[in-house]
């Protein structure tokens, strides 16, 4: 049985940071591609980083230089580093899991779509004032 716990949300200051945390069981992080979301109120679920089963780490455009993702495999945690929080930033963020090392979207140095991603944690809440 696969869980994924998310954990360090919370409520900042704009130009502040958070790292997000997803401890994983009944899963081994190294062995596969792996990734956040956010999700806006209102608005559908973004994929905003992911790193595949290489090590190999993907940003979406917007949050490049700003979000950097990365694994303790010690740990079997993946990690969302957020820094320079912007209100827009607002979301519920989510950790997934895909069941393959890499996909057709990660090859390519692209951020996979929701549905290529098999496993959720329950999501964490950012709120940027």
């Known amino acids: 049985h696969v869980q994924l716990v998310e954990s360090g949300g919370g409520s900042v200051q704009a130009g502040g940071s958070l790292r997000l945390s997803c401890a994983a069981s009944g899963y081994t992080v190294s062995n596969y591609y792996m990734g956040w979301f956010h999700q806006a109120p209102g608005k559908g679920r973004v994929g905003v980083a992911v790193t595949d089963g290489g090590g190999i780490t993907i940003y979406a455009e917007s949050v490049k230089g700003r979000f950097t993702i990365s694994r303790d495999n010690a740990k079997n945690t993946l990690y969302l580093q957020i820094d320079s929080l912007k209100p827009e930033d607002t979301a519920v963020y989510y950790c997934?899991?895909?069941?393959?090392?890499?996909?057709?979207?990660?090859?390519?140095?692209?951020?996979?779509?929701?549905?290529?991603?098999?496993?959720w944690g329950q999501g964490t809440q950012v709120t940027v004032s």
């Open positions: 997934a899991a895909g069941e393959q090392g890499a996909n057709w979207y990660t090859v390519r140095g692209r951020v996979p779509p929701a549905v290529d991603f098999s496993y």
